[in-house]
């Protein structure tokens, strides 16, 4: 008898093949390593917003973001150009076909202020008195109405005046400075302007905060002046760095400080040379945060930093870089006849803003724009434009919704 034996099993199905690995599954540490390898902070803007998880990683670790910034600096997105006298400041933005995601936040903003609320359609009338980290202060000349606006969020506040007594007690005569912004910080949205006046021999302050929207007055303070001639305008348009603003004296070898912490002032010295040559320089910071002066005569910039010395152990000026730029020509195509000199624009953040000098010379030739990186000398062309009032570079500053839900909500719903 034949015995039957029993069939074979089937054989085990193949194991299943294991699932991709993809972002979402990533650990938010792995996660946030990635998202540094992107080139710039437009870039990390679009790439926040594809998905929550995305969004949420950069918005919970500060630690991110301060090595993000250091990584990758906020980008120039382009130049604003304020014309002298009743009209409304024009935007030139920087075109780079090799970045799209530039191009994107160009166009998703306002950079040509249609946010801003026009008494008369024909004559707007606004004037830039500061532009910093993403805001513009503007002021009317028409109506005398100050806002606060950011192009990039459309988010606009009026400024009320400051008190009548805050021109009180002047001496000869009075005449205001400008405003200026001090930014919210990451954790609040708050922010602060800060608004100066002078008489014939002294300075004033007040501070505007948008929270509680009052002002703060403070004394005059004339420690830090010498008399001035009557009606004499000696003191210049100011900039801020590293929060501190600085004036300079129309006719002394000095700029006047305001610490917008305390908002004590306080006297510095320039290089003797500059006295009375408020159009040669700009005052700015190094990429390292320490303060500079950048000086352009003829074809080459010059570097001045402060500094304590070795030697005697004292703060002053060091020259330590003269920059020769005759080789300009070969981006340009044209001559340094035609160019004629070089004017420095803005000193933001280590670069500097500059341009050639043919609108000066025929209102109706265009200047050839340029941003010079102070650490590597190497520069870029910007764009070619008429020259026209006084020039602000706008840099990107760190969108409010990749910190803040509050402030997503309102970007998301807007």
Request: aromatic content about 12%.
């Amino acid at each position: 008898m034949v015995s039957r034996q029993a069939p074979k099993p089937p054989p085990p199905p193949p194991p299943a093949e294991p699932a991709p690995t993809t972002l979402f599954a990533l650990g938010e540490d792995l996660l946030l390593e990635i998202l540094l390898l992107l080139p710039s902070l437009p870039s990390l803007v679009r790439a926040a917003f594809a998905c929550r998880t995305f969004l949420h990683a950069v918005r919970s670790s500060p630690a991110f973001r301060r090595r993000f910034r250091a990584l990758h600096p906020p980008p120039l997105l382009g130049l604003y150009f304020d014309p002298d006298g009743a009209a409304i400041p024009a935007f030139a933005p920087l075109r780079r076909r090799s970045d799209p995601d530039l191009r994107a936040a160009v166009r998703r903003a306002d950079f040509f202020l249609t946010g801003l609320l026009d008494d008369d359609d024909h004559i707007p009338g606004w004037v830039i008195d500061d532009c910093h980290d993403g805001y513009l202060i503007l002021d009317n000349c028409t109506t005398g109405k100050v806002v606060a606006y950011n192009p990039l969020t459309q988010a606009l506040d009026l400024i009320p005046p400051p008190p009548v007594e805050f021109y009180d007690g002047f001496r000869g005569f009075y005449d205001f400075l400008d405003y200026h912004i001090i930014s919210p910080e990451e954790d609040d949205g708050v922010f602060r302007v800060i608004y100066a006046c002078y008489d014939e021999s002294r300075v004033r302050a007040a501070v505007f905060s948008s929270d509680t929207r009052a002002w703060q007055v403070f004394p005059w303070s004339e420690a830090v002046t010498t008399p001035q001639s009557a009606d004499q305008h000696w003191l210049t348009i100011g900039e801020m760095v590293n929060g501190f603003i600085y004036w300079i004296y129309a006719e002394e070898a000095s700029m006047l400080m305001l610490n917008t912490t305390t908002l004590q002032f306080s006297k510095m010295d320039l290089p003797p040379y500059l006295k009375g040559q408020t159009h040669m320089f700009m005052v700015g910071k190094t990429k390292d945060g320490g303060l500079c002066i950048v000086v352009a005569i003829g074809f080459k910039l010059y570097v001045w930093l402060r500094k304590i010395c070795d030697d005697d152990r004292v703060e002053k000026w060091v020259n330590i870089q003269a920059i020769g730029l005759e080789n300009i020509v070969e981006q340009t195509g044209g001559t340094l006849e035609e160019h004629g000199r070089l004017k420095v624009v803005a000193v933001v953040d280590g670069f500097v803003y500059f341009s050639t000098f043919e609108t000066f010379r025929d209102g109706q030739v265009p200047c050839w724009f340029f941003s010079l990186d102070l650490e590597t000398s190497v520069f870029d062309i910007l764009f070619q434009r008429r020259s026209d009032g006084h020039i602000h570079p706008y840099i990107m500053p760190w969108p409010p919704s990749l910190i803040r839900d509050k402030a997503c909500l309102q970007v998301e719903g807007a």
